[in-house]
């Protein structure tokens, strides 16, 4: 099992950035897929992105694409998303999560073996 922790959430304005942290514990972090994924009051969680081990193939929802920005520093186990031009409806609990069974559903919850506590995200108008 791999452990995560998530931070850098927080209270922003529309069009503000922010930049989340996943600390991940183990050795093997830089095999793994990371993903983010985030949850709204009321709603189901759902994808945000995904970054293969190398860091080079990334994927987004169209929510986020061009605006969030997902990577990783293998020699520090940590995965970041940086997030531009923040929006209201981008308000929700970020989840950093692990992918170490290898699955190729990287855009489902079921793809992921292992989930961070989460970091509220809250973005007001």
């Known amino acids: 099992q791999v452990h995560l922790v998530e931070s850098g959430g927080g209270l922003v304005q529309a069009g503000d950035s922010l930049r989340l942290s996943c600390a991940a514990s183990?050795?093997?972090?830089?095999?793994?897929?990371m993903g983010w994924f985030r949850q709204a009051p009321g709603k189901e969680r759902e994808f945000v992105a995904a970054?293969?081990?190398?860091?080079?193939?990334?994927n987004y929802a169209d929510s986020v694409k061009g605006r969030f920005t997902i990577s990783r520093d293998n020699a520090k186990n940590t995965l970041y998303l940086q997030m531009n031009s923040l929006k209201p409806e981008d308000t929700a609990v970020y989840y950093c999560?692990?992918?170490?069974?290898?699955?190729?559903?990287?855009?489902?919850?079921?793809?992921?073996?292992?989930w961070g506590q989460g970091t509220q995200v809250t973005v007001s108008s």
């Open positions: 970054i293969w081990w190398t860091g080079v193939r990334t």
């Open positions: 183990g050795r093997t972090f830089s095999t793994y897929t």
């Open positions: 999560a692990v992918n170490r069974r290898g699955s190729t559903w990287y855009s489902l919850e079921s793809g992921y073996d292992d």
